[in-house]
Structure formats: structure tokens, C-alpha cells
């Protein structure tokens, strides 16, 4: 079975979420998803290697550019000319011109484990399906060093920024935002033990792996 069939990722736009392994995550639902596919974001990400990158494009280039190649990104030029952000067609018009939609829809400043402020994650209304991404990598280390947004993680799991992100903390946390439909422990092969108890306590169903090793 595939990844993108575990995680239920089927036709339309999917949300990524969450920290430890989404743009990894987008990558390898691309290259396994029949059709085309359009990547893109909601805040911010970097180009994707080898695939080709639309910046501000009209309806035809992007049906063109898929009649190309099965995969393209499309995005805006972020102002620091480096990033990528939201794609001026939106959402739900690309949606109109691909088979899917991936979506990475928050940052986490490449930290394992994340908690959403207030205007996070940015999911489009028309998403399908919304995928909680966890870096297992983090699980043990002290919340201030391996949480981004580390104040309102240690809100929502009752817990102070000196204390160890143990699973029952990061499933607290994540339980109480509520954000997905199904989630990927990713990092597994770092702390595969840690790994299988945070996935039993999550809410949603939980699939444990390592997107490195492509083992799931």
C-alpha cells in the first residue's frame, strides 16, 4: 500500500500540517499521486527541487505547463525574493486545473514539533483532507528547545518550557487543536518507541514512520 492511500489522500486539495517533515511529505505524495499535481502553500516555502516552479501564472500557463509535466509549483514571490507564498490564482482555482492540490499550509522554522497560534494553520476551506505532520525527533527534548511556539504548546499540554516533549504532552496538544483528519508520525526510525506511544494517543488515526527511509 502507498502512502497516499494510508493517509487517505485521494483527488481534490490536501492540507499539510503541522512540523518534522511536511515539505518531505508533499514531495513524495507528488511523485506517487496519479494525475497532476500542483503544489503550493498558504504561508511560505521554498522552491521544491526538480520540479518545475510557476510564480504568478495565468489559468494557461499552469493547464500548459501540466500538459508538460505532471508536476509544477505554483506560488507567489515572497518579499524577500527567496520564499514562495500564496499563489494569486488561489486555491481553489488551481484546484480547477489539477487532479490534486497539495497544500503546506503553516511553518515551523524546521523544528520537530510545533503548536498553532491563533491565525495557524492557514487550511483552505475547499481542502479535503488535512494531514498532521509530527516530528518524532523531538519527543524527549526540553519543549523550549524542540517546539516552535513553545508558550502556546506549553498552554494547551499544561506543561512549562523546561519540560521534556514527552508523547503524552505532544498528543495532549495536539488532541486539544483538533486541525487534522489523519496524522504521520514522521522521524520514527529516531525514537521508534516514542513514536508508536504518541501515535496511540492521538485522536485521529495515526500512521508511523520514517519519510528518510521510506518506511511506513
Known amino acids: 500500500m502507498e502512502l497516499?492511500?494510508?493517509?487517505?489522500?485521494?483527488?481534490?486539495?490536501?492540507?499539510?500540517?503541522g512540523s518534522g517533515g511536511k515539505t518531505s511529505l508533499l514531495a513524495e505524495l507528488a511523485q506517487e499521486l496519479p494525475g497532476t499535481v500542483v503544489l503550493t502553500t498558504t504561508t511560505h516555502i521554498l522552491p521544491f527541487p526538480e520540479v518545475p516552479l510557476l510564480?504568478?501564472?495565468?489559468?494557461?500557463?499552469?493547464?500548459?505547463?501540466?500538459?508538460?509535466?505532471?508536476?509544477?509549483?505554483?506560488?507567489?514571490?515572497?518579499?524577500?525574493?527567496?520564499?514562495?507564498?500564496?499563489?494569486?490564482?488561489?486555491?481553489?482555482?488551481?484546484?480547477?486545473?489539477a487532479?490534486?492540490?497539495?497544500?503546506?499550509?503553516?511553518?515551523?522554522?524546521?523544528?520537530?514539533?510545533?503548536?498553532?497560534?491563533?491565525?495557524e494553520p492557514v487550511i483552505p476551506a475547499c481542502a479535503r483532507r488535512t494531514v498532521l505532520v509530527v516530528g518524532a525527533s523531538g519527543l524527549g527534548r526540553p519543549v523550549e528547545e524542540a517546539v516552535h511556539r513553545p508558550e502556546v504548546f506549553c498552554e494547551l499540554a499544561?506543561?512549562?518550557?523546561?519540560d521534556a516533549a514527552t508523547p503524552g504532552l505532544v498528543a495532549r496538544?495536539?488532541?486539544?487543536?483538533?486541525?487534522?483528519?489523519?496524522?504521520?508520525?514522521?522521524?520514527?526510525?529516531v525514537t521508534p518507541d516514542a513514536a508508536r506511544e504518541l501515535a496511540t494517543l492521538l485522536d485521529v488515526p495515526a500512521l508511523v514512520g520514517s519519510l528518510r527511509q521510506r518506511r511506513f
Open 4 to 17: 497516499a492511500e494510508m493517509l487517505g489522500v485521494g483527488t481534490g486539495v490536501t492540507a499539510v500540517v
Open 55 to 97: 510564480t504568478s501564472p495565468t489559468e494557461r500557463e499552469v493547464e500548459a505547463a501540466l500538459r508538460k509535466g505532471r508536476v509544477v509549483c505554483v506560488a507567489s514571490r515572497a518579499e524577500d525574493g527567496r520564499k514562495l507564498t500564496e499563489p494569486a490564482l488561489g486555491i481553489e482555482a488551481l484546484a480547477g486545473l
Open 99 to 119: 487532479d490534486h492540490v497539495l497544500v503546506e499550509a503553516d511553518g515551523a522554522r524546521r523544528l520537530p514539533l510545533k503548536a498553532h497560534a491563533a491565525w
Open 158 to 162: 499544561g506543561c512549562a518550557a523546561g
Open 173 to 189: 496538544a495536539a488532541n486539544a487543536e483538533a486541525l487534522a483528519d489523519v496524522a504521520l508520525v514522521n522521524q520514527a526510525d
